[in-house]
């Protein structure tokens, strides 16, 4: 999804959104999913724990190469049923130039549960 920027919110909306990295502990096919998607357990450090993530990242991400991987994710929205599944978290990533996902992560590794700032 690309376009204009959204409408402009305070920095307090800003902080409302709690995006934290966390590593990819266990990454499983996904096939009751309706678009074609990974479920991603992800590891947010001792506070949060492991958060299951429905995933719709096939197109450019393997399955075998996302464990231990660093991804970042909202950890605050509430769950949400995808099939069979509640997704606890909403993995990021950006659109690729056919639209496909490629996932957002830090350059380098840092401590799980870190928060975006």
Partial sequence: MSGAAA??????????????????VEAREFPEA?????????DFGPEIG??????????NHKLDALVGRQVAAV?????????????????????????????FAPDRPVPNGGRLY
């Fill in 34 to 42: 309706r678009k074609p998607a990974f479920q991603l357990f992800i």
């Fill in 50 to 59: 492991v958060k299951k993530s429905s995933a719709q990242i096939t197109r």
């Fill in 75 to 103: 950890v605050n929205f509430p769950p949400r049923q995808i099939g069979p599944i509640m997704s606890e978290v909403l993995t990021l990533g950006f659109p690729d130039e056919a639209g496909e996902v490629m996932l």
């Fill in 7 to 24: 409408e402009t919110i305070s920095f307090e909306d800003f902080l409302k959104v709690d995006i934290r990295v966390g590593t990819v």
